[in-house]
């Protein structure tokens, strides 16, 4: 199936337009739209920097619930892209020491860090139970969504 990532980012920006929703609720209508329409996207959620603490707070998501509500900065893939600022795509999960398994039909990871002001404040995480899902057009589509939320955190 075709992604249509140029379609998504239309459907995404009317989202962010309602400005009558609570942000939290557009980005609970944002993880359901990405899930549903992209394949490969089996668990898509937001972490968010939990206050002063050196750790991330699960926000919004579509998907399994997970019991890992909250990750220290430094552990799991979450936890290093808190740290290093930089996107952390995982082919194959099983291959990685530094992982926190949320589910064992995950095969594969993207997280993408998302700021404001140049702040790193959380991050888009996506799970797939496909094998090496993700290109280099997932990690552009995840940075403009990520640009689009921080206009309206
Ligand atoms: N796998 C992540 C933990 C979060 S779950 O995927 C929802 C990690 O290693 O940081």
New binding site residues.
């Given amino acids: 199936m075709a992604k249509d990532f140029k379609l998504l980012k239309e459907r995404a920006q009317q989202i962010f337009n309602d400005e009558q929703s609570p942000t939290d609720n557009r980005l609970q209508v944002l993880c359901e739209l990405l899930r549903e329409e992209i394949p490969y996207y089996d668990?898509v959620?937001f972490y968010f920097k939990n206050g002063d603490r050196e750790e991330l707070k699960l926000g919004p998501?579509a998907g399994a619930p997970?019991d890992?509500t909250i990750?220290p900065f430094g552990?799991?893939?979450?936890?290093q892209v808190a740290v290093s600022n930089k996107n952390f795509v995982v082919p194959d999960?099983s291959a990685q020491d530094n992982?926190?398994?949320?589910s064992i039909t995950?095969k594969a990871?993207i997280?993408v860090p998302l700021f404001v002001n140049g702040e790193n404040v959380g991050q888009i995480?996506i799970?797939s139970n496909t094998p090496d899902p993700f290109t280099e057009e997932d990690e552009r589509f995840l940075e403009f969504i990520n640009s689009k939320v921080a206009e309206i955190l």
């Fill in positions: 668990w959620g998501y997970t890992h990750i552990k799991g893939i979450c936890g999960v992982y926190i398994a949320c995950v990871e997280v995480d799970d």
